[in-house]
C-alpha cells in the first residue's frame, strides 16, 4: 500500500514553455501533498504544499506564479512549471500523506527530471 | 521554524561494520523522525521512524535512538552491506503541522 506515482518520470523542454507534472497516490488518499526540489547531491527543498480543494502554502522564495500548484481531487495533485528557463532544471518529487491511516508519514513519487534547453 | 542538522556529510565504512548517522532538531515541538534512504536517481524510501514517546526503535539491522531533551536522533545501521550504499536523510515533523523538514543528508559508501 502507500503507493505514489508521478508522470512524467523526465521532460525535456525549450526554455518559455510550461511543463505539467502529475501526481498521484494510488491506493489511498491524500489529502496533502508536498513538492520538493532536489538539485544534484543536495537534500530535499520543500516548495509547496498542497491540499485538496483550497490553495497551495509556498514556501519562502518559490514563486506562486512561476510554480503553479493544483490539488483537484484526493489522489492527484499538478505542479506546473510555467515559462520554463534552464535554471529551472531540475528533480522535482511529490510526497502524499495518507488521510486514511492519518499518519505523519510521507510516501514519495518517484521524481521528474526536468531539463530545460 | 524548525531547522535539522545531519553529520557527517559522507561516511565510508567497510562491509561488516557499523555506520552511525546523527541529527539535531531545533523545535522541541517535533514528535516523528523518520529517516528515508535515497539511490542515485531514485525516490526516498522510508526505512525507519520513531516518534517522541520512544527512545529507540529496532527493525533488523537498523535501529533509531531519539534524545528528546538534547533533542537529537540517530541511525544505526549494523553489519553493513553494499547495498547499504545510498543517501540517508533524517527528518523532523512538527506537532501538529504538516511540513517534515529533511536533514541535508549523508552518503554512505559501504566497501566490499
Known amino acids: 500500500g502507500a503507493v505514489v506515482s508521478q508522470h512524467p518520470s523526465r521532460v525535456i523542454c525549450k526554455s518559455g514553455t510550461s511543463v505539467k507534472i502529475e501526481c498521484r497516490s494510488l491506493d489511498f488518499q491524500a489529502t496533502t501533498m508536498f513538492w520538493y526540489r532536489q538539485f544534484p547531491k543536495k537534500s530535499l527543498m520543500l516548495m509547496a504544499t498542497?491540499?485538496?480543494?483550497?490553495?497551495?502554502?509556498?514556501e519562502q522564495g518559490v514563486e506562486k506564479d512561476k510554480f503553479l500548484i493544483n490539488h483537484a481531487s484526493l489522489t492527484l495533485s499538478t505542479l506546473t512549471v510555467t515559462s520554463a528557463h534552464p535554471e529551472d532544471s531540475s528533480f522535482y518529487i511529490c510526497?502524499?500523506?495518507?488521510?486514511?491511516?492519518?499518519?505523519?508519514?510521507?510516501?514519495f513519487g518517484p521524481g521528474t527530471r526536468l531539463t530545460v534547453l | 521554524g524548525e531547522n535539522v542538522e545531519q553529520h557527517p556529510s559522507t561516511l565510508s565504512v567497510q562491509e561488516g561494520d557499523s555506520a552511525v548517522i546523527k541529527c539535531t532538531y531545533s523545535d522541541s515541538a517535533s514528535n516523528y523522525f523518520p529517516w528515508y534512504k535515497q539511490e542515485l536517481g531514485k525516490r526516498p524510501q522510508l526505512i525507519i521512524d520513531i516518534r517522541s514517546n520512544v527512545g529507540e526503535k529496532k527493525d533488523q539491522r537498523i535501529a533509531v535512538t531519539l534524545n528528546k531533551t538534547a533533542k537529537h536522533f540517530s541511525l544505526h545501521i549494523t553489519e553493513t552491506q553494499p547495498e547499504d550504499s545510498a543517501v540517508y536523510f533524517c527528518a523532523a515533523t512538527p506537532s501538529g503541522g504538516f511540513k517534515t523538514i529533511f536533514g541535508a543528508g549523508t552518503r554512505l559508501f559501504v566497501k566490499a
Open positions: 510526497s502524499a500523506r495518507d488521510g486514511d491511516r492519518g499518519t505523519d508519514t510521507q510516501y
Open positions: 498542497s491540499n485538496e480543494g483550497s490553495k497551495a502554502t509556498y
